[in-house]
């Protein structure tokens, strides 16, 4: 299955290189396309990503800023479009970053969820640990933390995607699973973490703490199994 990440870019350089340097160490990231989806406005975080040096990158740059509602459909979109038949996209952050096994833990969701139609993607971002490192589990949740989803079912997500707060997409990604028709997959220890505590859109310095992962994996390999998913 072929992955390409892609990034979206906004204006805090202090978290960007962070994740940079986050995605470096990732298993896999020598032979995996890596998209940078810049806003117009920051000249430095728009360097960064030219000198960032994935052995196969693409940086883009807006032409008019798209905000947290619009980048991250523009973002998939290249995922999909800019590098080849990608099977499946993960979208980044530039202030959330990953584990050493992010990949490999991408993959093998990504393998073992492909034929169950109700599965829209794969989370990365758990709040608290819920079982072994190696489980990978079906939930009627969505966590906006570094995820990702199959051709086929962005298909299914951009047509329902909102633009607006009436609601936000992540709302609207949340109440198209609360019913029980459709569900992310995701790891019981997170694989992300959000580090924004400064300048960000949607959360305040004094909600940091309390709104980050409470346990991360340590980037260790493992011997996956999918609870619900294709042996």
Same mark, same amino acid.
């Given at each position: %299955? *072929?992955? #390409?990440?892609a990034?979206?870019?906004?204006? @805090?350089?202090?978290?960007?290189? &962070?994740?940079?340097?986050s995605?470096? !160490?990732?298993?896999?990231i ?5 998209? +940078? /989806?810049c806003?117009?406005?920051s000249?430095?975080c &728009? ?14 740059i807006n032409q008019t *800023? %798209? ?5 991250p $459909?523009?973002?998939? &979109?290249?995922?999909?479009?800019d ?22 833990? +991408?993959?093998?969701?990504?393998? !073992?969820?492909?034929?169950?139609? &109700? ?5 990365? +971002? /758990? $709040?608290?640990? #819920?079982?072994k490192?190696? %489980?990978i ?14 051709r ?7 047509? @329902? ?5 009436d609601? #936000? ?16 997959a995701?790891?019981?220890i997170?694989?992300s /973490?959000h ?7 949607? %959360?305040?310095p004094? /909600?940091?703490?309390?709104l980050q ?12 199994m #999918? ?5």
């Amino acid at each position: %299955m *072929k992955i #390409a990440i892609a990034i979206t870019v906004n204006d @805090r350089p202090e978290y960007l290189e &962070q994740v940079i340097e986050s995605w470096h !160490k990732v298993r896999g990231i020598e032979d995996t396309w890596v998209i +940078f /989806q810049c806003e117009p406005e920051s000249r430095e975080c &728009q360097d960064l990503c030219l000198k960032a040096k994935f052995p196969k990158q693409v940086v883009k740059i807006n032409q008019t *800023k %798209m905000s947290a509602l619009g980048n991250p $459909y523009v973002a998939i &979109q290249s995922g999909f479009s800019d590098v080849g038949d990608i099977d499946f996209v993960v979208l980044g952050e530039d202030d959330s970053i990953v584990t050493a096994d992010a990949l490999e833990f +991408f993959r093998t969701a990504a393998r !073992k969820y492909y034929r169950h139609e &109700q599965c829209l993607g794969v989370c990365s +971002f /758990q $709040y608290r640990p #819920a079982g072994k490192p190696y %489980m990978i589990y079906p939930r009627h949740y969505f966590a906006s933390v570094v995820w990702g989803t199959w051709r086929n079912r962005w298909d299914i997500i951009r047509s @329902r995607w909102t633009f607006n707060y009436d609601p #936000a997409w992540d709302r609207m990604l949340l109440d198209l699973v609360a019913p029980g028709d459709y569900f992310f997959a995701f790891p019981t220890i997170s694989r992300s /973490q959000h580090i924004g505590r400064e300048r960000g859109t949607h %959360m305040s310095p004094e /909600q940091f703490e309390e709104l980050q992962a409470k346990r991360v994996h340590d980037g260790s390999a493992q011997n996956y199994m #999918a609870i619900g998913g294709d042996s």
